[in-house]
């Protein structure tokens, strides 16, 4: 299993502690929506909810995308997953690796080992 | 006799651990059943080098290996494939050598600066722990690398790799600079 880095939990988990940002997440998980439109569902200036957006974008758990003059919102794990992805793939790179140097090791291992014998 | 004497027969493999440490630092650490004269040996040497640095099912070969091992000498491996016109080198400077613990070397194959790696031997009861340590110039450089090399990882299979450009890039540690 790969370990998230710290950091990424601790900003994911204070986005987490403020129940609007938890509303806004459970709206997301209805439809993709504006920061217009979620403002006015959670009764907040545009800033205001512009702010929490941004917190929540922060710690990876929306991703937002401008079309015009609309920024659409979505629940977007997708930066988090990209990456636990790809140290796994770069942690196989290198078990792959350790393998053929084992190999070398153990070799050295043997040498090592008649040679001392030889010199006792 | 030494029962373990088959290398195929490898009850004993040990698990090799990736992790981002922080915005600018990958670690991967690995426990081997040898001293750390010879795991020093194994990292520093072309001859042996050459023989376990780069995965067979890369298909990459290996067309030279120059290592100028101290502090301040420099590093050239080439490498061909057989999709590839033209070789590729990862070339970079050892920034510090203390033979058999530790050895800090530079990632230069780009135009900006690269990854500094840093890998320790820590001998302990005949069994060395192996940490290979990357720090990135900045978090930005380390997102990029993961962004430009997460659509090459195809999860078990490296075959899989399409571009070689990407293959040959996410080889090394400092995978974030592709060449401009």
């Not at chain 1, 439809?31 to 979620?38: G, Q, V």
């Not at chain 2, 795991?39 to 890369?58: G, H, N, Q």
């Not at chain 2, 070689?164 to 401009?180: F, H, I, M, T, Y």
Request: overall charge negative.
């Amino acid at each position: 299993m790969v370990q998230y880095r710290e950091p990424a939990l601790d900003t994911a988990f204070s986005a987490l502690s403020d129940p609007i940002r938890r509303g806004v997440l459970e709206q997301l998980g209805r439809a993709d929506a504006s920061i217009t439109y979620l403002a006015e569902k959670f009764r907040m200036t545009l800033t205001g909810m512009k702010k929490h957006v941004g917190v929540l974008e922060q710690a990876g758990l929306v991703s937002t995308e401008k079309i015009g003059r609309v920024r659409t919102c979505r629940l977007g794990l997708r930066g988090l997953e990209k990456e636990a992805e790809w140290i796994e793939g770069y942690r196989k790179l290198w078990a792959e690796r350790f393998d053929d140097l084992d190999k070398i090791v153990e070799e050295l291992n043997q040498k090592e080992k008649t040679h001392g014998q030889k010199k006792r | 006799m030494d029962k373990r004497k088959d290398s195929d027969a490898n009850p004993t493999k040990n698990s090799t651990t990736a992790e981002r440490k922080s915005d600018r630092e990958l670690v991967v650490t690995r426990t081997f059943n040898g001293p750390a004269q010879i795991l020093f040996d194994a990292w520093t040497k072309p001859e042996l080098l050459k023989r376990w640095w780069m995965p067979k099912s890369f298909g990459v070969s290996f067309l030279s290996c120059e290592t100028d091992v101290r502090t301040g000498g420099t590093y050239r491996f080439v490498f061909s494939h057989p999709s590839a016109a033209e070789p590729m080198a990862f070339v970079g400077r050892y920034l510090e050598v203390t033979a058999p613990t530790r050895l800090v070397w530079t990632n230069d194959e780009g135009e900006e600066p690269g990854s500094v790696t840093t890998v320790t031997f820590e001998e302990r009861a005949g069994e060395t722990l192996v940490v290979v340590h990357d720090l990135y110039p900045s978090k930005q450089a380390l997102d990029d690398a993961i962004a430009s090399g997460s659509a090459s990882w195809s999860g078990d299979q490296f075959e899989q790799f399409d571009q070689l450009d990407q293959l040959l890039v996410s080889l090394e540690p400092n995978v974030g600079k592709r060449p401009a």
